[in-house]
């Protein structure tokens, strides 16, 4: 899943860079504004990844603590909740309530530094073409 978050990163900047570009060769601050939104919901798609993560991981710590003996009352009322799915998707939107913690992330540091650059474009004047 790691790997995962990886390519949304390499693919977000991708699309990031080529609108942003676009938007140097029209001098148009709509594109700027695209490219803004576009990473941002490459982010959401990120975020989400780290959320499915995170949840594995804690399924996984407690399928262990089962198999070694170790499983609490908690564990019991998972296995009847899940009803044999370890990993079963919930189809709501609980991630989003990591936002806070995950921004504090290392691995988040790209989206950052490119909404302020971002940011930056919007409010900073382009320069004009050059005529010919």
Not at 95 to 120: A, E
Request: proline content about 5%; aromatic content about 14%; overall charge positive.
């Amino acid at each position: 899943m790691a790997n995962n978050s990886l390519e949304i990163k390499k693919v977000g900047l991708t699309v990031w860079a080529a609108i942003a570009g676009f938007g140097f060769t029209t001098t148009n601050r709509y594109l700027f504004l695209l490219a803004f939104v576009a990473f941002a919901l490459f982010g959401v798609l990120d975020l989400y990844y780290l959320y499915l993560e995170r949840k594995f991981r804690a399924n996984s710590n407690r399928l262990t603590r089962m198999i070694s003996g170790y499983g609490t009352n908690d564990d019991d009322a998972w296995i009847e909740k899940v009803q044999g799915n370890f990993l079963k998707p919930d189809g709501s939107t609980k991630f989003l309530g990591q936002l806070p913690s995950t921004l504090k992330s290392w691995s988040n540091l790209p989206y950052l530094i490119t909404f302020l650059l971002t940011i930056l474009l919007l409010v900073v004047p382009l320069p004009a073409l050059p005529t010919k």
